[in-house]
């Protein structure tokens, strides 16, 4: 299977994961500070800075892209419920 | 309450400016965690433009509902409403709003980005669609004519869709919840009504509270208006110098610890004992943690206090750690009073850990470990199970954790490379 890597900046690890490993999945693991509230892409309680590797993740659904809009997301910004790492490297941060 | 004083009518808050509320003074618990004893309002307000007149907020629906209609037809007709500003959109501001969009169609509703979504949800069960609406931010204004209302995105205050709305050229500005308080008296204005202090607090502690660097950008943003009113969505319009309260405000949700400990990381060791070997453990834990340049560490027995202590003490925390024994299987009540006790704090994104001696089973870490994780804390160290009394090893592997724990509230951690098959 494809392998991708994660990095989360504000704990200092980096994790090899599967190709399609959504953020949700690995963060909570490794006790990064982005936090959750309904799980599902709502609340955006989840926003994330990705600081670099955007490209590695899959683009936002529409529902996604409202609910970033709507909470006035800035730039680089995704919801970790939701985004999905599809290969390379990712590094993010809690927003 | 004083009752008597009150019609049915509206009541004029400066020329041109009604409240249109409804009171409520029999209701004595608020959204199941707020206690009043005498009541509260439900405050509504109708600004008159010479272009149009503007309903800002509405009330809980059912008698309320009809009071409000009552009071609004006492100063504007239906067909004349252009405008209708939803402040903030729970259910005791916006239940009379079906009503007043199905009396008012030709209305356009003002809302923040962030209401969108809830006032489709709101108006749900109605099987109408919603109505022709703006969404709005700081700065936007609505011209009614001689008289602007112009919008403040102050959100979090105390949902995500609150806002502000400031009447420019009388310089009155319509809070929603903030500045508000669960008091009832029917003659409504903060110079009338006697002392309400322990209400405005109280409402502040309870609701505001754990949205304390929202409050401080919302005054942040307020502060610079020529304030003459402040009209609140609950208890006495603020009429009689409300710069006061806007500066009590400020007072209440600036961060303690700000002048004297910036410079260093706190980390609050909370430990229940039967034995003294979780005692024991906080100790090292401690004593580990301390060792660590730049951070703080106390150590507080959770005999020896109640939740309202540690919650203050907590607010202003970066890093806490609760020790607990194991007893029949799960972490000892103290835990679990405190730990239900922190919805009037802010406690997102702190470090959070979990340790304890058990005799036999030692459910207890894990279980603290999932109920940090479900208020938001982050946990990025697994915590420490140690059967009985902690030997000379073990204590050092507390230090460790301790180490560790200082470590990730500083930023001294060093990278780690791991394979998510490895953690899962």
Known sequence: MPKAKVTFEDVGVSVTVPAGTRLIEVSEKVGSGIIYGCREGECCTCLTKIVSGAENLAVPSILEDQVLKDNMAPRRHRLACQAQILGGEVVVRPA | ?424
């Open chain 2, 1 to 424: 309450m004083a009752v008597a004083a009150l019609t049915d009518l509206a009541v004029e808050v400066a020329p041109g400016v009604h409240w249109v509320g409804a009171l409520d003074p029999h209701l004595r618990s608020f959204d199941i965690i707020l206690k009043t004893a005498n009541g509260t309002s439900y405050n509504a307000y109708v600004v008159r433009g010479e272009n149009g007149v503007a309903v800002i907020d509405t009330v809980k629906e059912g008698g309320f509902a009809d009071d409000f209609f009552r009071r609004l037809e006492s100063v504007a007709r239906y067909e004349e409403i252009t405008t209708i500003v939803l402040n903030h959109l729970e259910p005791d501001h916006s239940g009379a709003l079906p009503e007043l969009l199905r009396r008012a169609p030709q209305a356009r509703v003002y809302l923040s980005t962030r209401a969108q979504m809830m006032l489709k949800a709101l108006l749900k069960p109605s099987g109408e669609k919603p109505p022709e609406y703006t969404p709005v931010t700081t700065d936007d204004t609505v011209d009614l004519g001689g008289r602007t209302l112009r919008f403040l995105h102050t959100p979090y205050l105390h949902w995500p869709d609150t806002q502000c709305t400031y009447l420019e050229e009388d310089g009155i500005l319509f809070t929603g919840d903030i500045f508000g308080c669960h008091f009832c008296d029917a003659r409504l204005f903060n110079d009338r009504v006697g002392d309400f202090r322990f209400s405005f607090e109280y409402y502040y502690t309870h609701i505001m509270r754990p949205f304390r660097e929202y409050v401080l950008d919302a005054v942040a943003l307020i502060e610079p208006l020529d304030i003459r009113l402040i009209a609140p969505a609950h208890g006495p319009i603020l009429r009689h110098m409300p710069r006061d309260y806007l500066r009590r405000y400020r007072e209440l949700a600036t961060p303690r610890l700000f002048n004297e400990a910036r410079s260093e990381k706190t980390l609050l060791v909370f430990y229940l004992s039967a034995y003294g070997n979780t005692r024991r453990m906080a100790e090292a834990l401690a004593a580990g943690a301390e060792s660590i340049p730049g951070v703080r560490v106390s150590l507080y027995d959770l005999e020896g206090g109640d939740a309202d202590i540690f919650t203050d003490l907590i607010e202003e925390a970066d890093g806490l750690a609760f020790g607990s024994p194991t007893i029949n299987g799960d972490a000892v009540k103290p835990i679990w009073d405190l730990l239900s006790s922190l919805t009037s704090v802010n406690i997102k994104g702190k470090l959070g850990a979990a340790f304890g001696s058990y005799g036999w089973s030692g459910e207890a870490v894990r279980l603290i470990e999932d109920r940090l994780r479900g208020l938001k804390l982050r946990v990025p160290v697994e915590g420490l199970r140690l059967k009985l009394v902690p030997d000379a090893d073990e204590l050092e592997q507390c230090r460790n954790l301790g180490e560790s724990l200082a470590r990730h509230l500083t930023g001294r951690i060093e990278h780690r490379e791991l394979d998510l098959a490895a953690i899962a």
